[in-house]
């Protein structure tokens, strides 16, 4: 199947700085990605969807000056934590999709945020 | 308001053992509804899109099926290596773009 690539895989940062998370799809190209977060034993929450050449959409709750979202080109988005805190800490999952004779989702392998 | 439920929420098997889990939605027009496998720490690895009541895949000891009101992921004769999370989402009219919905998942181990 087709391969999304989330770098890195953890991060520890310290309260009141920003991290970028990276989300690239290695063997297609992507018009739209997607940003979600997990809490343990929790399931994925969709916090953004993220559209190359365009500004991303927030969903409901989910601060946009928070969580910063950066679509460059049709294999890359960015997600920016900034002035992390540890309530913030989570599991931040990327996906993008292929559209073919079924559409298939692809998931990224996660980053492990943790603010300290 | 789009709704996903999946159970059991925790499933132990013996190894051989077949069984089901059960994803059960109310949506506002399904336009898919996946099943993902989860390995702790990971990120959720694909296995089967479908789209219209009546459907079966199958993949090695997986099959999905799927109604009009829910969807079942049959494990036959599973192995140790099947334990993991196994989650089902939604993509429905209401979702903004081809964004997921997902349930809570089933947590399953299978012993030896």
């Known amino acids: 199947g087709a391969v999304v690539s989330q770098h890195p895989s953890r991060v520890i940062c310290k309260s009141g700085t920003s991290v970028k998370i990276e989300c690239r799809s290695l063997?297609?190209?992507?018009?739209?990605m997607f940003w979600y977060r997990q809490f343990p034993k929790q399931s994925l929450m969709l916090m953004a969807t993220?559209?190359?050449?365009?500004?991303?959409?927030?969903e409901q709750g989910v601060e946009k000056d928070k969580f910063l979202i950066n679509h460059a080109s049709l294999t890359l988005s960015t997600l920016t934590v900034t002035s992390a805190h540890p309530e913030d800490s989570s599991f931040y999952i990327c996906?993008?999709?292929?559209?073919?004779?079924?559409?298939?989702?692809?998931f990224g392998q996660g980053t492990r945020l943790t603010v300290v | 308001e789009d709704q996903v439920t999946q159970s059991p929420e925790a499933l132990r098997l013996q190894e051989g053992e077949s069984s089901s889990l059960n994803c059960s939605y109310t949506?506002?027009?399904?336009?898919?509804l996946f099943w993902y496998r989860q390995d702790p720490g990971k990120g959720p690895e694909f296995l089967f899109t479908l789209y219209s009541a009546g459907e079966e895949k199958e993949k090695e000891r997986l099959k999905a099926t799927l109604t009009k009101k829910e969807s079942f992921l049959h494990i036959t004769a599973p192995k140790p290596e099947d334990s993991a999370t196994y989650l089902c989402a939604v993509r429905t009219n209401s979702n903004s773009g081809y964004a997921l919905n997902f349930g809570k998942g089933t947590s399953l181990l299978v012993t030896p």
């Open positions: 996906s993008a999709e292929l559209t073919g004779r079924d559409t298939e989702a692809f």
């Open positions: 993220s559209n190359e050449g365009s500004k991303a959409t927030y």
């Open positions: 063997d297609f190209q992507a018009t739209t």
């Open positions: 949506v506002s027009g399904l336009r898919g």
